[in-house]
């Protein structure tokens, strides 16, 4: 109908060779206008096809590994855009859609920072870390909410010593800082590389030095016919490298000598100064004696197939980047036999093991055979599962000889089949943290146990509500009530001595900051008042201020104190009384001093 046609398909070669090629047809009728003709050519995008596949594999790795990792991964580019934000990271901050369909950087910052409980602290270490571009930065991050995060930034070299930007790893220790805290996910987008070839043929008169392009040759040079005659020297300044020309010039010597076909690729300047790359396949034409008569030969345009490879190893770079700036362990095994294919530097400083030494060989060449099959049992179990297995706590032994606690995530990486291929792990060393939850664990029994067997009543009271909320066994029993009694009672309900209003007025000033050491009197559940000395002060339980008592019963003493008072009041009457026996009075004043020395020492 006259549509020119193009589509993709598969082609047998002569020796067996598949080869994906791509037809281009259209229908012509012939000069006479009698017959129709089919017009054609055949393009071989075998090399092109393989470069998508590499790049979707390795798409497929990255993005596996940043759904696995616990951790918040952010990326920022040099020009402070936002080039990755994993699913953990959203989800931290349940950052709003609105905002990620923006890529600047500037809305999500200021989003994260009114989240914060500081912060202006938090916006001052970013801006400081953006004009320091070099600068790696490790610290903690406190929120309203009350989370707690430790913040790790580091800039991202590429092997040729590129800066790709910066990347924020964002870990979850909440709950470590209430003992003494801990992680994420990363999540990675890749844009495949995709590219049509163009071909176009050429043939050099080596007598006259005269050369002929095709059209599609000047489409490819973006070059005008009309304007632009094409010779040996005007081509060759299109392509100004000159170790470039000496490598092509030896395959063309080779191939001329040998009379076989040769193939280069070669970049050079468009019409438009851009660059391009093409590749040319050629032979040589002799005349009856062997001599070299014309080169005749294709060029194909494979600028996009170069720059997808380009970007294969950009995005290769940048992504093993990343990897290797994670702090968690991370390593790839092969299915098949559970050998390490890819092992990242936070593995090498945890286990004291080199990538070199640990790549090819399995658990078993390093850790002891307990800990190996053990390993190697939970690989087997994600693979045969298909599916990610958490590991909360597995122990090992680093090189060392030190054993380490390590939790671990194993993530089956399927092949197009649905079949096992590789095994990715992500390890976390939750050692520091085992040790600082043992630590709070027997710290807070040894406080449980003073305060249980303190002889003096220790009460911790609500400052808004004056409701009683913990409190140890003395403080009950002194006052006659029962546990359960008492836990439901208010200050309100016990004070003798004060009122709900001078109660209220109290924890005011305690709140300040100021200490109150004072003598009241609280009834008993049998309605006995007793006399309490109280120590309170304001003191933080989980962030929370709370009015903090110690209730000392001087019940017994202020009664020992009024009978001592009494006895010298009349003793004070009797030496009064009998002035005229100074004997008796020499007496007197000593038994009096004896009972204000008393007196004292029971104050």
Not at 167 to 172: E, G, K, S, V
């Amino acid at each position: 109908q006259g549509y020119v046609q193009e589509y993709p398909v598969q082609l047998k070669r002569k020796d067996g060779v598949i080869l994906d090629v791509l037809i281009t047809a259209e229908d012509r009728m012939s000069a006479d206008g009698t017959n129709k003709e089919y017009f054609g050519t055949i393009r071989n995008i075998t090399a092109r096809k393989q470069a998508e596949d590499t790049l979707k594999a390795k798409t497929a790795l990255l993005e596996a590994q940043a759904n696995a990792t616990s951790e918040g991964i952010l990326v920022i580019d040099e020009n402070n855009k936002r080039v990755f934000i994993n699913q953990r990271m959203i989800a931290l901050f349940n950052v709003p859609a609105d905002i990620l369909a923006n890529e600047d950087d500037t809305a999500l910052l200021d989003f994260v920072m009114n989240l914060t409980k500081f912060p202006e602290q938090f916006i001052e270490k970013v801006a400081y870390l953006y004009k320091r571009p070099e600068q790696i930065s490790n610290d903690e991050v406190e929120f309203k909410s009350g989370m707690i995060l430790e913040r790790y930034s580091a800039p991202v070299w590429g092997k040729d010593g590129k800066n790709y930007g910066r990347i924020w790893t964002f870990r979850d220790i909440t709950e470590r800082k209430l003992a003494e805290k801990s992680l994420q996910e990363s999540e990675k987008k890749l844009s495949e590389a995709q590219s049509m070839a163009q071909m176009g043929y050429w043939d050099w008169d080596v007598q006259t030095g005269s050369v002929k392009w095709s059209e599609e040759v000047f489409n490819i040079f973006r070059l005008d016919p009309k304007k632009f005659i094409p010779q040996i020297d005007s081509i060759m300044a299109f392509s100004p490298w000159p170790e470039d020309h000496q490598r092509n010039q030896e395959l063309v010597r080779w191939a001329l000598q040998s009379h076989e076909k040769g193939t280069y690729e070669q970049r050079f300047f468009r019409g438009d100064k851009s660059v391009g790359y093409y590749q040319s396949t050629f032979h040589g034409r002799y005349d009856e004696k062997g001599n070299l008569v014309s080169i005749v030969g294709t060029v194909m345009d494979i600028t996009e197939r170069k720059l997808a490879e380009n970007r294969i190893k950009e995005n290769e770079d940048f992504l093993n980047a990343i990897i290797e700036n994670i702090p968690n362990m991370i390593f790839v095994k092969d299915a098949k036999d559970l050998k390490y294919l890819r092992f990242n530097q936070a593995g090498e400083k945890l286990l004291g093991y080199s990538a070199k030494m640990l790549l090819g060989k399995n658990d078993l060449d390093f850790f002891p055979k307990e800990q190996a099959e053990f390993f190697m049992a939970k690989d087997r179990d994600a693979l045969s599962k298909k599916e990610c297995i958490d590991v909360p706590e597995e122990n090992i032994r680093i090189k060392s000889g030190e054993e380490k606690v390590l939790h671990t995530k194993k993530i089956p990486m399927l092949d197009e089949y649905g079949n096992p291929a590789y095994l990715l792990g992500i390890s976390e060393d939750i050692t520091e943290r085992k040790r600082l939850d043992a630590a709070l664990h027997n710290a807070e029994m040894r406080f449980r146990l003073l305060f249980e067997l303190s002889p003096e009543g220790i009460v911790i009271i609500d400052p808004q509500t004056a409701n009683i909320l913990e409190f140890n066994s003395t403080a009950h029993q002194q006052l006659g009530y029962s546990r359960e009694e008492f836990s439901k009672l208010n200050i309100t309900d016990i004070e003798v001595k004060e009122t709900a209003q001078a109660i209220r007025e109290r924890i005011a000033k305690v709140l300040k900051g100021e200490r109150q050491d004072f003598a009241t009197q609280q009834r008993c559940r049998n309605g006995q008042v007793k006399d309490i000395y109280v120590t309170a002060q304001i003191i933080e339980i989980l962030g929370h201020p709370v009015y903090y008592c110690i209730w000392r019963d001087i019940t017994e003493l202020k009664k020992n104190e009024e009978e001592s008072a009494k006895r010298a009041r009349e003793l004070e009457v009797f030496y009064k009384a009998s002035l005229g026996r100074e004997e008796r009075i020499i007496e007197l004043k000593q038994e009096v001093e004896r009972l204000r020395q008393q007196l004292k020492l029971n104050q």
